[in-house]
């Protein structure tokens, strides 16, 4: 047995559960351009202000006319472009000339490609009969006027970008952004870019979460390495807590000598809870830190990395007021045995492949919690059950595929 697997640990949906129950998301919201509204969250839905296309419109080069006129050869009386419109409408007998995207004159029903023409001088023959309505693009057919374009709660993207500034959105509502204070603990800590100490090791923790918070609509305040002094970690959460709504520290929740982050919780704040049935990352703690939320994440890298992606990402969408879907989850066969005890949840990181359509999954390597390297190689999470032993190369797995949020 796992000596990590006891009964009282919580099981890792539960702690999301409790976590996502607590967070009530922020109300708070601002007016920002649109150029500033990638990766925010709308505080409320956008509709369009106008149609597109604003009105009927040629879908290709041609002839705009009369569908019932076109037995006998058309005097062609004018020419329409893209943002040039034909001032007059059209009699009996009469066609003009346009262009993709020019509007449709009054009077003409139908447009005929230009292929489908012949031209002699100011008289053009149609060689095939259109229908009425043919080529031609309905004001308000891609967007009608009053549409609801994206639902309060969305997380802005590229393409939403787009799509709003084709209907002339100049300015968007969006939730504030989350405030964010992060910090490492331990005396063993260097930061990169110092001159290696025997018996020490560089923090990657903090540089990989403040990496991975620019996914998010969060403002960063970097409280950088903090020593195990429970004086100065005492200070580094008080001056967090005045300002975050969120405290992220990693290092010092598990049970060495040296780990004072409990103890300080429990004094300013409280905790919920601080072990769970995960690997990696059973030493996790959520709770209160004066008034704000508090994550303590596991000092290992990969410990780090996964509990912040399953536990922390979920609960800063939540709070940014993001209405979002739970990860993707897929079956693939694993190509090659997996160590597991039974006991925790097992995020142990693989690379999905799809040969010939079939999911494939293998070990991304070493899978210990202090091997970033294994990580970085990994597509995915190979989701093992709690209760689940050892697995078989040919069993088929759960997998989760890595999001934006951990690439």
């Known amino acids: 047995m796992d000596p990590c697997s006891q009964p009282d640990l919580l099981p890792v949906e539960l702690a999301l559960e409790r976590i996502l129950n607590q967070l009530v998301p922020l109300a708070d919201h601002e007016t920002l351009p649109l150029a500033d509204g990638l990766d925010r969250v709308l505080a409320s839905a956008v509709v369009a202000p106008v149609n597109v296309p604003s009105g009927d419109n040629s879908a290709m080069d041609g002839y705009a006319l009369r569908a019932a006129d076109c037995t006998s050869p058309l005097r ?7 943002g040039r419109p034909f001032a007059g409408a059209l009699a009996a007998g009469e066609a003009v000339r346009i262009m993709t995207g020019g509007l449709i004159p009054a009077g003409a029903d139908a447009v005929v490609m230009q292929e489908n023409t012949q031209r002699s001088g100011d008289l053009v023959t149609i060689n095939a009969i259109p229908r009425i309505g043919e080529n031609i693009r309905r004001a308000g057919e891609d967007i009608a006027l009053g549409t609801q374009l994206l639902p309060a709660g969305k997380m802005i993207n590229a393409l939403d970008i787009g799509l709003l500034a084709s209907v002339g959105c100049a300015s968007l509502p969006l939730i504030r952004k989350v405030r964010i204070a992060l910090l490492t603990t331990g005396d063993e800590l260097l930061v990169p870019g110092t001159a290696p100490v025997q018996g020490k090791i560089y ?17 960063l305040l970097d409280i950088g390495i903090i020593p195990d002094d429970p004086l100065a970690l005492r200070r580094a959460f008080v001056r967090a807590s005045e300002w975050a709504d969120v405290v992220i520290s990693t290092g010092g929740v598990s049970v060495g000598d040296a780990d004072y982050t409990k103890t300080i919780l429990a004094e300013l704040g409280a905790i919920d809870f601080w072990k769970i ?26 410990s780090t990395a996964v509990t912040y992606h399953q536990l922390v990402v979920p609960a800063l969408r939540h709070l940014a007021g993001e209405v979002f879907s739970p990860a993707e989850t897929i079956i693939a066969q694993v190509l090659s045995p997996l160590k597991k005890q039974p006991g925790r949840m097992d995020f142990q990181r693989g690379v999905l492949s799809c040969p010939e359509g079939q999911n494939r999954v293998v070990s991304a390597g070493l899978q210990s919690s202090g091997v970033l390297s294994g990580m970085a190689k990994a597509n995915c999470y190979i989701c093992l059950e709690r209760e689940r032993g050892p697995v078989a190369a040919g069993e088929w797995v759960s997998v989760i595929p890595f999001d934006r949020f951990i690439r």
């Open 76 to 82: 062609v009386i004018g020419d329409v472009f893209a």
């Open 203 to 219: 923090d990657s923790n903090r540089p990989l979460l403040a990496a991975l918070l620019q996914r998010l609509p969060v403002e």
């Open 277 to 302: 049935a995960m690997k990696p990352g059973k030493p996790f703690a959520f709770g209160r830190l004066g008034q704000s939320w508090f994550f303590g994440l596991p000092g290992n890298p990969v």
